[in-house]
């Protein structure tokens, strides 16, 4: 079965410009200066008055001068500075190694010394004390009990 419409009517809508806005300027009344800001009108299309104070437009930043000197120089100078602060370190840092370096030898060599020096005097001092008599007769029993066990 067919069904059998009747198409409805489109309604097309074309735009109607707008009139322009009506400015009407405000009456100028005398006015003191730095007492009150000055006072603007608009009439807009539909008849309504829209009374306000104007603002006044903010003025741009003076543009800053240019250096003297670019900025690369001045970053190719920081970098030298920096790499020289570095370079400095680094020959205090290895000076000071180095000397610590030598503290360290000559404590090795101080401690070698008397070491050394008290050692020299316990082979080279003379028989006098009763310890090392002890001691040498201990050895002397030990050396006599191994030849008259082998011998």
């Known amino acids: 079965m067919a069904h059998s419409e009747q198409p409805t009517p489109v309604d097309v809508h074309r735009p109607v410009p707008l009139t322009p806005a009506v400015i009407h300027p405000a009456p100028l009344l005398p006015v003191q200066p730095d007492t009150a800001p000055a006072v603007t009108s608009i009439m807009l299309p539909d008849g309504r ?12 930043e003076p543009v800053a001068a240019k ?20 370079c400095g370190g680094l020959f205090v840092l290895t000076t000071f190694i180095a000397a610590l370096t030598a503290l360290i030898t000559q404590l090795i060599i101080l401690a070698a010394v008397i070491f050394g020096g008290w050692i020299a005097l316990q082979v080279f001092s003379g028989h006098g004390s009763k310890t090392d008599v002890g001691t040498t007769v201990n050895i002397r029993k030990a050396v006599i009990k191994r030849n008259h066990f082998h011998g």
Do not use: C, K
């Not at 008055?49 to 741009?60: E, H, R, W």
């Not at 250096?67 to 570095?86: E, T």
């Open 49 to 60: 008055v829209i009374t306000g104070y104007s603002i006044t437009p903010a003025q741009p």
């Open 67 to 86: 250096p003297a000197v670019s900025r690369a120089a001045v970053n190719v100078a920081l970098g030298g500075v920096g790499f020289a602060a570095v």
